[in-house]
């Protein structure tokens, strides 16, 4: 498993919104290619986006969030943003 | 469930919601009143449904939520064969954009003529109104009809709210016939939705990302604004709604304690933590006036505090507001039920509202039917909290409500039936206290001395030795002064006991027992006492000799020495002598108390 900094509070909001444990959003992560499939819907996306900018109190532009569709993306993108 | 909401409240995050909503749907539900609720909206609002479900579950709802075809609003409603017509739902909600109902006035307001305004107004509410009917004729479903917000940019600028005929102006009227036709027919409410954007502010209310991005307007600000509005009405509709809040009052009405304070001490004014006080009355009244009842449950002695509510210069709420007054030293669960027996209501009409986290752990203990709201730490937020606690609302106001009060003074009665609560034990572990004894010191000198000097109201003979004397005392190997600290799992309340006692042969004397008002009724008072006679039984006394001077303050203490084994000897004047027997008396540390180290 990755152990990138931000990786604990992601996988906190990814397994809130999914209903899935901790372990298993990690484990589908780990799988996860950057510009592959997501593993949530369209709906859900949103709201995995909305959790991350309340976790980490940033704001993704318009078209940041339309993209951030798999972990790996999101990883890279809060490493930018997040301090 | 108090335990979710508190964590919420605390975080009140997008993120937190949905945490809630996940414990609330773990294990297929949490036994709530099962409430259906179908959204008939125009814009996307999945995004929304763990924050609505969440608020619903504050006011005792477990919601199922359906959302209808995306902006079939007038189709969903008038055809019988729809999903929402044949889903049979308790309640419907309609939630569109100015945009989607009614687009000129959205998209083209200012091409259009004033009359072209009227008839779109007309019209739009005309067809809405046609819609529900049929809606209505076709089910039992309940319908709430949100209003339309104002715009965060007004399309005139700086002169939007001074010329006639504006696009702000259309839409207040919009929603005032809206409010005024939808309300007529039966079964539909109608929801102030600008009000709900206003309070966190227009330009919070949108997020437009969400919107350009997914047809999802709602903020994540806004949503649990809206949520709790929307909860607020299933609670009127379907819930229990509260009749009578019944207030404590030293740190709830005023700032400080009658007790220990005086009149002249407590806070409650026209400038800082008084005019804190002050407004949080206005609050109170301003519900009062609406025809909720008030009524008080206050540890206190009953003349100090009936003192305050009748003679303060600046108390609002004066003894003819209150419905029924318990203003004494018992338990409080018991005066609930006490309450609502005299004024002849359910005991699961009345809101208790206290600053003691150890009253609040108790009532809800004792009382689960009663509601028992968490308060901020802070007084200053009290008025706010009070406000939006939404279990007085109702869906009507009757002129018997603006009169209720007046009712229920009139026909108080007074037959005192004692309620028991059993829990008292099981509120006492629950509190998991520790006491920590240790004979009073140079650190602790000052605060030794000063409750000496200040405790009115539990002190067994109020005796104000100055510091010459404390110092003697403390210097003399006859003497114990003992300083108890006392911590909870609410915090530490520090040093609030003190006891000085004189040994001399068979015989140790009780000169002083002391505590702070704020650990009375925890009992803590007899681990003190059992520190004592273990003390006093260590260096072969027989017998423990107290006095109990009586002051016009100290009521609280009048029972404590037959309650704890002494039998009395002697009176002189109005003072009593009491003695215990120091080989037979059983006088234990309480178990429920964890003994602390220094």
Known sequence: ???????ARMFKVLSGVLGKSVEEVARLAERQEPHGESFWDSLQHINIILGLEAEFGIRF????????????????KLAVLVR | MHEIFTELDQDGSINAYQWAANRLSEGGGWGGRPLSIALLSSFVVNPYLPTLTVEAARFGFEARCWVAPFDNVIQEL???????VRGGYDVALIMRTLHAACPPLATRFLDLASHEVDRLIAEHVAELVMALRRFRELTATVVIVHGFALPAHPLLGILEGSVEGSQTEAIRRLN???????RAIPGVQYLDYDRVCARVGHANSQDDKWWYMARAPLSARLMPELAREQA??????????????????????WGGVIGEDGMAGIALGHTGLGLVFREFQETVLALHRRGVLLAIASKNNFDDAFAVLRDHPEMLLRPDRFAAMRIDWRPKPENMVEIARELNIGV??????DDSPQERLWMRAACPEVLTPELPTDPMLYSERLRRLGVFDKLSLTSEDLNRGEMYRDQARRDHLRGSVDSLEAFYHGLAMRVTIQPAEEMTFARVLDLIHKTNQFNLTTRRHDAQTLRGLLADPACGVFAMRVADKFGDNGLVGVAIVRHAGELVELDTLLMSCRVI????ERALLAHLVAWSRQRGATRMEADFIPTAKNQPVARFLPEHGFTEMSRNGSSSRWACDLTTVSLTWPDYIERGMA
């Open chain 2, 232 to 253: 607020i009405f299933f609670h009127a509709l379907w819930g229990r709604v509260r009749k009578c809040l019944v207030l404590d009052l030293d740190n709830t009405l």
């Open chain 2, 176 to 182: 005032a016939a809206l409010s005024r036709d939808v």
């Open chain 1, 1 to 7: 498993m990755s152990h990138a900094p931000h990786d």
């Open chain 2, 521 to 524: 009724g925890r009992t803590v």
């Open chain 2, 78 to 84: 008038i055809d019988p064969s729809s999903a929402t």
């Open chain 2, 348 to 353: 699961d009409s009345l809101v208790f509202w």
């Open chain 1, 61 to 76: 532009e318009l078209l940041e969030a339309v993209d951030l569709k798999t972990v790996p993306l999101i990883r890279a």
